[in-house]
């Protein structure tokens, strides 16, 4: 015969971690649904859209750079990085830089839909956000972060197309989220 299950009280047990709920004020929705408003009517939330639109199609075309899936993923992965970043450093209004990043992951996963599924994408950002805010010289350290990441760390050939990757697409970035600026 099984023994019936015992109930305990808990009910003097502490969560770790638990904390009051953040509850949006109503003066900051009417605040970021003023500034939707503004960009959209100064024509950036359309420019911010083609930016995401145009750093999607600029990451796919590093599909016809290489032909080894491995080294092309982990490029991939370093541009989705890149743009993240570029969204946080190049672009001064915050609403418009998530409608860049918002276009830009809808058009990316249309294009690379594999890109996503790859279980080792969340690894690869976690790995790039270590790099990037963990030295002086980030673009060093997203290199050699980059060649660790393709299996061999010391491959100075390695290093070099990750600093590459990162830096054209950083610097592509910058280009085209300066009329992003200028409008705000």
């Not at 790995?127 to 350290?141: G, I, K, M, P, W």
Request: proline share 2%.
């Amino acid at each position: 015969m099984k023994e019936a299950l015992h109930c305990h009280d808990d009910s003097d047990m502490k969560i770790v971690g638990e904390y009051p709920k953040k509850v949006l004020q109503e003066d900051e929705v009417s605040k970021t649904l003023d500034e939707m408003r503004s960009i959209r009517e100064k024509g950036l939330l359309l420019q911010a859209q083609q930016v995401g639109d145009h750093m999607a199609a600029f990451t796919a075309d590093l599909k016809n750079e290489t032909t080894d899936p491995q080294l092309l993923n982990q490029q991939l992965w370093l541009c989705v990085f890149a743009v993240t970043v570029g969204c946080e450093s190049c672009v001064h209004n915050a609403t418009a830089a998530r409608a860049v990043l918002n276009a830009f992951h809808d058009r990316f996963r249309a294009l690379c839909p594999d890109a996503y599924e790859d279980s080792g994408y969340s690894i690869a950002m976690s790995f790039y956000y270590l790099a990037v805010r963990s030295v002086s010289d980030s673009l060093a350290e997203m290199g050699k972060t980059f060649a660790m990441l393709c299996g061999n760390e010391a491959d100075q050939s390695l290093q070099q197309l990750g600093k590459q990757t990162f830096d054209r697409c950083i610097a592509r970035m910058e280009q085209l989220c300066q009329p992003l600026n200028q409008e705000v």
